[in-house]
């Protein structure tokens, strides 16, 4: 793939590789990591692997010579390297960031300058629902005052009349994090929905979502097969964010439990469950592992335990309680064969089998993989 700032930027790790090359590398990634316990099923790559991300974000800075720039930070430095756009991202979302750093010297508007925190602009998220259309634009700023507010709004929806939402999010830390907690709703209702496996889902600035929404379904449709629901169970989804896989799985499930510790995220997913009119599900604010223990004490059980970690993993706390509740099936989603070679060591050891491996390429061109491992009660011991 050409990309002028690839050596930059850093972030397609795989560029010189064609997508095939790029698969089967990944393959054998999850095959050396993982492959021990079990067969692992052929990678689902996708069709067209360009302009999949939904989510783009774009740090503010200026040159020495005065000239505004907005990009990505270099790899493993704080320099920004200009984009004005990226094969891996979606092209609307790549557009309005260079808008508004276009319309930046007419609004004499600065950039933050993160040493000596003088200036105004300092990222600008976008985020897109592929299905809906929907576009929210976050306006990190380092000051709450916005200067020439309406004016520059007004502009910049007259330029991109796409655009459904606008949020100011203040941050004034010393920090590598994009978001501060402060939030104002510039425009719209400070949300964007989306449809993901037939079900809409509301989506706030902070909360996560999966940012390849086309190869979202083909993970979540996996993670739901691998469940094998009958329509009875009682089923957890451990790190839920937003709700998403414990929606898409309610009507094969007797019941569901969400948790997940973003109370943003939470307050999305009981919204989500109420939009799609799924009333077997609950959501809890929590640390999974915690919420599992007091689950496990209050005598309660659980068939199916869906878990979805960050790219740390889980930790002994989550696992150990995991195991004491005793799940028959454990589908556990992966964004980091690492931990999660690590998690399913433990599993292993302590009563799981592992039935089923299913890699997915969430992420193209990235060396980053995902993954579905199906773990089963394992009764040949007891
Ligand atoms: N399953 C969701 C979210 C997965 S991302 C989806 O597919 O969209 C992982 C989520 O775990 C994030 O929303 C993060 O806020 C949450 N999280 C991180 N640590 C947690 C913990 N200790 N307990 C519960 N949730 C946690």
């Known amino acids: 793939?050409?990309?002028?700032?690839?050596?930059?930027?850093?972030?397609?790790?795989?560029?010189?590789?064609?997508?095939?090359?790029?698969?089967?590398?990944?393959?054998?990634?999850?095959?050396?990591?993982?492959?021990?316990?079990?067969?692992?099923?052929?990678?689902?790559?996708?069709?067209?692997?360009?302009?999949?991300?939904?989510?783009?974000?774009?740090?503010?800075?200026?040159?020495?010579?005065?000239?505004?720039?907005?990009?990505?930070?270099?790899?493993?430095?704080?320099?920004?390297?200009?984009?004005?756009?990226?094969?891996?991202?979606?092209?609307?979302?790549?557009?309005?960031?260079?808008?508004?750093?276009?319309?930046?010297?007419?609004?004499?508007?600065?950039?933050?300058?993160?040493?000596?925190?003088?200036?105004?602009?300092?990222?600008?998220?976008?985020?897109?629902?592929?299905?809906?259309?929907?576009?929210?634009?976050?306006?990190?700023?380092?000051?709450?005052?916005?200067?020439?507010?309406?004016?520059?709004?007004?502009?910049?929806?007259?330029?991109?009349?796409?655009?459904?939402?606008?949020?100011?999010?203040?941050?004034?830390?010393?920090?590598?994090?994009?978001?501060?907690?402060?939030?104002?709703?510039?425009?719209?209702?400070?949300?964007?929905?989306?449809?993901?496996?037939?079900?809409?889902?509301?989506?706030s600035p902070k909360s996560f979502y999966q940012i390849n929404p086309v190869q979202t379904e083909v993970l979540y449709g996996k993670a739901v097969e691998f469940a094998l629901l009958t329509g009875k169970e009682k089923v957890i989804d451990a790190y839920c964010g937003i709700g998403t896989i414990g929606i898409v799985a309610s009507d094969k499930a007797g019941e569901v439990i969400g948790c997940e510790l973003n109370a943003d995220a939470v307050a999305d997913a009981r919204v989500n469950a109420k939009i799609n009119g799924v009333e077997n599900i609950k959501f809890f604010c929590a640390d999974a592992g915690e919420f599992m223990l007091g689950m496990k004490e209050a005598g309660e059980k659980c068939d199916v335990l869906f878990m979805d970690p960050p790219r740390a993993g889980s930790d002994k706390r989550f696992l150990s309680s995991a195991v004491s509740l005793s799940p028959d099936r454990i589908v556990y989603i992966s964004c980091n064969p690492e931990t999660q070679q690590r998690d399913l060591f433990y599993l292993t050891k302590n009563g799981y089998k592992v039935k089923k491996i299913q890699p997915v390429d969430m992420f193209p061109f990235t060396n980053h993989v995902e993954t579905v491992v199906l773990l089963s009660r394992d009764f040949s011991n007891s």
């Open 1 to 203: 793939m050409n990309c002028p700032i690839y050596k930059k930027c850093g972030g397609c790790q795989l560029r010189n590789l064609s997508y095939e090359e790029q698969l089967s590398l990944k393959q054998s990634k999850i095959i050396k990591l993982i492959g021990r316990y079990c067969h692992v099923d052929e990678i689902i790559g996708m069709e067209n692997p360009y302009n999949y991300r939904n989510k783009v974000q774009a740090a503010f800075g200026m040159t020495r010579g005065g000239k505004i720039i907005s990009g990505v930070y270099q790899s493993k430095s704080h320099r920004i390297v200009c984009v004005d756009e990226c094969r891996l991202e979606d092209k609307k979302a790549d557009e309005i960031i260079v808008t508004i750093r276009n319309m930046m010297k007419h609004y004499r508007m600065l950039p933050y300058n993160e040493d000596t925190g003088v200036g105004f602009l300092r990222h600008v998220l976008v985020k897109r629902g592929f299905t809906s259309g929907e576009i929210m634009v976050v306006l990190v700023t380092g000051t709450s005052v916005f200067p020439c507010k309406n004016d520059f709004i007004k502009e910049l929806l007259r330029l991109h009349p796409e655009i459904t939402t606008i949020v100011q999010n203040i941050n004034n830390k010393f920090t590598s994090m994009v978001l501060g907690e402060k939030e104002t709703v510039i425009y719209g209702n400070g949300y964007i929905e989306d449809v993901l496996c037939g079900k809409r889902f509301r989506i």
